[in-house]
């Protein structure tokens, strides 16, 4: 005890002057320092006024929590501009659909996307592993009508090439589908892009997944007798196939042109005065006609690709193997062209729309003479760039642009004339097909230079209205 005596003294002597002082000495004596929150409460204004002693704290602490809020809201709401990250994925998705496009050429030139005769979306992932899988999996395959009118003589090793042709296929499209669903989901839920950019993410993540459903719809037609004429090559459905190939080219495009989209945002922002000039210049009068002509051509190029798969559906390459003629002139005889046998109505009222979708001679008719219209196009719309207030006003981009269609278009002719003549040998086939999606890329981004785009003008001007406050 007689230890803490000393320090219970040196309290009771210090004690006073601590802790009782009189108010004069209060008012003289220097403000202490204070907490941030509390520094504009000095003592003679905590003394002097009559308010509440903590009305300034609260009105800090208020301020503080709406600028939490509206730093909250912020973080909830989406951005004006995409990541470019976002642009570079795009990118890639695009031609990782370039290439199952491509592929899913040659699985069709090869005759292998009917060896596997279900759809497991999820265990169709695996391919067979044992001897008895694979004993299952082509006993499957025998009963279908490729094998009883095409292959009844195939091995069981040859079916093992096919049928890897198609899984392969079939996997990639899973991938894609994994590799774009998910970042999707990331990127839209950490705002990394705009609104209208997670509306498109998300439209094509569905269009992605109706994709695969047309794949399986397509191939279901190849595998019944009463969907293609008694004695016929067993095949899909031309309609079912150009639908595939069409929902693809959609899909391409729309990731082609949201990736340019974001990367034209972050150029234009990081040149403000370059970015409005262009904009003037493709505001030009003079190139109205010239844009919608460009809009036109986009639209013709995806028609031509179309057309070409009903060539492909059915088989129309492999008949009349010379160009410019068609047997003994530019085209077949009309009674060839507008055949009875593809009616199915007494009336004949549905004469001409079968036979333009159905008939091969007139299918291939048609797909020339797009691809040919195609062809002349092209080349009068770079003549037409070249020339007059056009030539003048328009952007040096968009002159690239038409010039290296006119390089895509031409390769495209020599590769299709070279298919047919040949008789669709499967590397120019395959290479035709590739080059259909080259020319559409082409066209897409001469379309996209010509496009004036409204919503990137609108976020540059509020950032330099922003910038002159």
């Not at 040659?106 to 992932?125: A, F």
């Not at 292959?151 to 049928?163: G, Q, S, V």
């Not at 003079?286 to 995806?302: D, E, K, M, Y």
């Not at 004949?348 to 003479?369: A, F, G, K």
Request: proline content about 5%; glycine content about 8%; some cysteine.
């Amino acid at each position: 005890m007689s230890v803490f005596v000393p320090g219970i003294r040196r309290i009771a002597l210090q004690a006073p002057s601590k802790f009782f002082v009189c108010n004069q000495c209060l008012r003289s004596a220097p403000p202490r320092r204070l907490r941030p929150q509390f520094q504009r409460l000095s003592w003679r204004g905590y003394a002097d006024s009559t308010a509440t002693p903590l009305a300034g704290v609260g009105n800090q602490v208020g301020s503080t929590r709406a600028a939490s809020e509206a730093q909250g809201a912020s973080k909830r709401a989406f951005p004006q501009t995409s990541s470019k990250g976002v642009a570079y994925w795009l990118l890639g998705s695009a031609a990782s659909v370039f290439g199952i496009v491509v592929f899913g050429g040659l699985t069709r030139l090869t005759e292998s996307g009917l060896s596997i005769t279900e759809w497991r979306p999820v265990t169709g992932s695996k391919p067979p592993l044992t001897t008895a899988d694979w004993e299952s999996e082509f006993e499957k395959y025998r009963a279908s009508p490729e094998f009883k009118l095409l292959n009844p003589h195939m091995t069981l090793d040859e079916f093992k090439k096919i049928y890897f042709m198609e899984w392969t296929h079939r996997l990639w499209g899973r991938l894609i589908g994994l590799s774009f669903v998910l970042p999707t989901i990331y990127f839209v839920a950490r705002r990394r892009v705009s609104g209208k950019m997670a509306v498109n993410l998300v439209g094509i993540s569905a269009l992605i997944g109706f994709q695969g459903f047309i794949g399986w719809w397509m191939v279901k037609s190849g595998l019944k007798d009463d969907l293609f004429a008694p004695g016929s090559h067993p095949r899909v459905s031309q309609y079912r196939l150009t639908a595939h190939l069409g929902t693809a080219f959609v899909c391409y495009s729309w990731m082609l042109l949201s990736a340019l989209s974001i990367l034209r945002s972050h150029r234009m922002l990081a040149n403000p005065k370059a970015a409005l000039d262009t904009v003037q210049a493709l505001k030009n009068p003079a190139l109205a006609t010239f844009r919608r002509s460009v809009f036109g051509l986009a639209g013709l190029v995806f028609l031509t690709a179309m057309s070409g798969g009903l060539v492909a559906g059915l088989d129309a390459g492999l008949i009349y193997n010379e160009f410019p003629n068609m047997g003994l002139g530019l085209t077949p005889p009309k009674s060839e062209l507008w055949n009875e046998f593809y009616s199915r109505k007494d009336d004949r009222s549905d004469l001409w729309w079968r036979n333009m979708l159905e008939n091969p001679s007139t299918v291939q008719m048609d797909h020339r003479i797009l691809a040919v219209t195609t062809f002349c196009a092209i080349l009068a719309l770079f003549a037409y760039s070249r020339t007059g207030r056009v030539g003048a006003a328009l952007p040096r981009g968009a002159k690239k642009g038409a010039t290296g269609l006119v390089h895509l278009v031409s390769l495209q002719a020599a590769l299709g004339i070279s298919t047919l003549i040949y008789m669709v040998p499967i590397p120019l086939a395959a290479a035709h097909q590739a080059g259909s999606l080259a020319v559409l890329t082409g066209a897409l981004v001469l379309a996209h230079r010509m496009h004036v785009p409204r919503q990137a003008i609108r976020t540059l001007e509020q950032r330099l209205s922003n910038c002159r406050k």
